[in-house]
């Protein structure tokens, strides 16, 4: 769906490129997030995406089409575009932030109120509490829904996120990373994310990219991603505690057994790294699940080593 050959910027004036011949693809329907150190290129390699930032070389391809040969603010229309500070339009209601690009693109009112209705309810603000209130009157979770329901109104096949989550409270940080990501498989968007955070990466991923100085070092699958780095530098970003990581990516489910334990159960959500997390939090070498059975340490130091 999103295919990038050769994609290169050099601004005017600069000593070396921001992005280097960057070649990649994201499979429709699937989530490929950008990660690396700052200024590393990864929110310019986006932007070129949607033509926000002018390639200096190269070719971005969506949905088999050539996006340089289109109208630049046609394509935008096409794109979905979710960024941190969710730049709402203060003085205009909730539904009429969401309606912005069904109202571009010409549908008709009854359309347009209702794919409103629809996409509110979506991401849990619904309509007849929210869609009269101002940006103002909401909290920066509601205000991040707000964003993608914005992002979602026209019905894009390609999503761009660029550190979607930032600005949210870390207690509010990943049940809206889970909600928003149940939400993007459920309608098989295509999604390239930007962010800074390599858990939020690995979660959200169903591929990661890893950038340096606006090069492509590595892009695999998150698991192949942390158990075979292909170099010291990814390594290093992606920190020494990456076999904790890599836990945090299956569900304790995999390892379930059928042994009793003792404690309260884990949710069906739990990962093994929560299971891990709570055994050593008890002082236990295993812990009950919802739905029966147990995850023992044993289990999951085995699926460590794999």
Avoid at 21 to 37: K, Q, R
Avoid at 96 to 118: F, K, Y
Avoid at 218 to 225: I, K, W
Wanted: some cysteine; charged content about 25%; aromatic content about 4%.
């Amino acid at each position: 769906m999103i295919r990038l050959e050769g994609l290169t910027k050099k601004w005017p004036g600069a000593a070396r490129a921001a992005v280097k011949d960057v070649t990649l693809e994201v499979p429709e329907g699937s989530c490929c997030a950008l990660i690396g150190p700052s200024g590393c290129g990864k929110t310019t390699t986006l932007r070129m995406v949607n033509r926000l930032v002018e390639p200096t070389a190269g070719c971005v391809w969506i949905a088999g089409e050539d996006a340089l040969r289109q109208d630049p603010v046609l394509l935008r229309r096409r794109i979905g575009y979710v960024i941190q500070e969710v730049g709402l339009f203060p003085h205009r209601s909730i539904a009429e932030n969401v309606a912005t690009v069904p109202v571009l693109l010409g549908w008709d009112a009854t359309r347009i109120q209702a794919r409103v209705a629809e996409v509110l309810e979506r991401v849990g603000l619904p309509p007849a509490r929210f869609a009269d209130r101002r940006p103002h009157e909401l909290s920066g979770g509601e205000r991040q829904r707000v964003g993608v329901a914005r992002a979602l109104a026209g019905d894009p096949p390609v999503l761009l996120m660029d550190e979607p989550f930032g600005a949210v409270d870390p207690l509010r940080r990943r049940q809206l990373q889970d909600e928003v990501l149940k939400l993007l498989r459920e309608l098989g968007k295509t999604v390239l994310l930007v962010t800074h955070d390599v858990g939020e990466a690995m979660r959200l991923g169903d591929a990661v990219a890893i950038l340096r100085d606006g090069a492509l070092v590595q892009h695999a699958p998150p698991a192949e991603l942390l158990a075979r780095p292909v170099d010291a530098f990814v390594a290093d970003f992606l920190g020494t505690d990456r076999a904790l990581t890599r836990l945090g990516l299956f569900p304790a489910s995999v390892a379930r057994g059928d042994a009793a334990a003792a404690g309260a159960p884990l949710p069906e959500r739990a990962t093994l790294r929560d299971a891990l997390s709570q055994m050593l939090a008890r002082g236990a070498r295993s812990v009950p699940l919802e739905g029966g059975g147990s995850v023992s340490l044993d289990a999951v130091l085995e699926r460590a080593a794999t």
